[in-house]
């Protein structure tokens, strides 16, 4: 069954550790939200190796900045709309209209299943953080949405109409 149109953010995140980006789809509370090792860019043909992280709040759909507690920095990729068309503990079939993201995608838990959904110090968003000059801070995390657990790819199924 299809849902209505929601928004989607793709966040680039800078850590001590290096880069990786973040695909958040909004669930109504909370985002959606998988660690991808590389950036979605238009016509990309290989599949993005995902990882989902918990949940984060909604303000993420719109927060680009500094984290708190030494937790990096984020800058919006892409963001736009999109729409589930089959939406399964495993397995997701999106369409995307942002300028990256943009098309038919599958996102698919892998058949190797392995580690935490939510790798250590990767926690969840809180709200902001006014001492922090509007950053953001960390809490705990909530469910994932009832998403399996494990390794997760992205791939694109065709492009946009």
């Known amino acids: ?5 929601a928004r989607f953010v793709v966040l680039r995140h800078t850590t001590a550790d290096g880069v990786h980006w973040d695909l958040m789809l909004d669930r109504g509370a909370t985002l959606a939200t998988w660690r991808l ?3 979605p ?3 990309d043909p290989d599949p993005i190796p995902a990882q989902p992280i918990g949940d984060h709040r909604r303000e993420y759909l719109d927060f680009e900045g500094p984290l708190t507690g030494n937790r990096g920095h984020v800058d919006r990729h892409d963001a ?3 729409t589930v068309i089959v939406s399964q503990p495993d397995r997701w079939e999106i369409e995307f209209r942002g300028t990256h993201l943009a098309g038919h995608y599958s996102l ?9 959904v939510v ?4 926690e969840a968003i809180a709200g902001r953080d006014a001492a922090a000059g509007g950053s953001v801070g960390a809490a705990g995390v909530s469910s994932t949405n009832g998403l399996s657990s494990g390794s997760w790819l ?3 199924l065709s492009r946009s109409r």
């Open 1 to 5: 069954m299809t849902e209505e149109a």
């Open 37 to 39: 090792a590389r950036a």
């Open 41 to 43: 860019i238009a016509d």
């Open 80 to 82: 736009g709309n999109y």
């Open 108 to 116: 698919c838990a892998s058949e190797a299943r392995a580690g935490p």
């Open 119 to 122: 790798a250590p110090g990767r």
């Open 154 to 156: 992205l791939r694109r």
